[in-house]
């Protein structure tokens, strides 16, 4: 019994140290079409902001709930930006724009129920300084362009 309590333990120990709850700002146009977000992680993560390696993966989690409107929404494009100094720019390497394809998201999502969004980003190895910036998240209607999801958090891109 006392074996099994500290594998559990332990086991629960080291999955929290690899996901973070991370502070956000909700983004989004029309609050009352879009989802509600009940929280975000990176991992592996331990702090805030959370410090990117060049060269290493990691990965974005977006718990949401859809609105009542639309009916359905069958294609959803995602978009990730680094914002630095307000300049808004394509995140170097990232490749996963199809929502649907290239995530754990069931399409079409349907109004008022709950996702779990999961949204790999590996960060590019370059010879650059170290740099904080805003890492900008939006999920997109592809039908309306309109947004679901948007989410801006702060990170630092590191050596």
Known sequence: MKFSLCAFVLAYAAVGACAFHIKFIDCKGDPGEAASIADVDI???????CNLKRGSSYTLGINFET???PASIPKIKTHLYAVIAG???PFPGFNHTDACDHSNLECPLTPNKAYAYSLPIDVV????????????????????EKDIVCIRSQVKVVG
Do not use: W
């Open 87 to 89: 300049v808004k720019i």
């Open 43 to 49: 991992s592996p993560c331990t702090s805030f902001p």
């Open 125 to 144: 190895k370059s010879k650059t300084i170290d740099i904080e910036c805003i890492v900008e998240v939006r999920l997109q209607d592809m039908t309306t």
């Open 67 to 69: 609105g009542p409107a």
